[in-house]
């Protein structure tokens, strides 16, 4: 009498009975290989949701610059008009959905997009404390003054004498056993500083030069 054949299927040239330990292992092996894929997706769809409700928030100056297609630039504007919540859900699930459609490079270019825009109050702030050392310098210490014309040529060095003449003189006039007074020129000391401290466009100034040049040839 003839035996049955087993049921079964071949990996890598070894059979593998249905039912046996191997079958089980290995399905057990692929059923975990499933779970963690859809795991990876669902963290995928989430981050893109994310990260396209973070466009919202992106200043026109760099959104305009991202290459996103016609169709998710009009959900995000029409998103931006939604103010129901259910319907600002299902919005963001449509921007969702299209953000999955976009390929490696332009999701690189709305990260480093975002990084650049949240970057900004960071460094605004740290100019405005470095203004605030450089005046409190310039105002204890006479040796600042040459510091800081040495580090910053292109400042009006006369306009800068006479605000830190006028700060200190606003200082040591004020009331004893007060505070020292802040006026006028102790703040816009701080306004001249600042400014020298702004990073400067050089093709903005460049066009500055060439307009001031054509109006003192005409």
């Known amino acids: 009498m003839s035996r049955k054949p087993k049921k079964g299927y071949f990996v890598r040239g070894t059979f593998v009975a249905e039912g046996s330990e191997l079958d089980l292992e290995l399905k057990r092996e692929l059923k975990g290989s499933d779970a963690a894929s859809k795991t990876d997706l669902k963290r995928e769809s989430t981050e893109l949701q994310a990260l396209g409700e973070a466009l919202l928030g992106l200043r026109a100056g760099l959104f305009d610059k991202l290459e996103l297609g ?11 008009r939604i103010t129901n919540f259910e319907g600002k859900r299902r919005q963001m699930q449509f921007i969702g959905k299209l953000m999955r459609g976009l390929d490696t490079a332009t999701l690189d270019a709305i990260r480093a997009a975002l990084d650049e825009q949240n970057r900004g109050p960071a460094q605004e702030t740290a100019m405005l404390h470095e203004a605030e050392r450089w005046r409190d310098r310039l105002i204890a210490d006479d040796d600042a003054l040459g510091n800081w014309i040495d580090t910053h040529p292109g400042t009006d060095a006369q306009q800068l004498r006479a605000l830190v003449r006028q700060a200190r003189k606003d200082r040591k006039d004020g009331p004893p056993g007060e505070a020292p007074r802040q006026g006028k020129a102790y703040r816009e000391l ?8 702004e990073p400067h466009d050089a093709s903005a100034d460049a066009d500055a030069a060439a307009t001031q040049a054509r109006e003192e040839d005409a």
């Open 190 to 197: 701080f306004q001249l500083l600042r400014a020298e401290l």
């Open 70 to 80: 016609d169709k998710l630039r009009d959900a995000i504007a029409e998103a931006k």
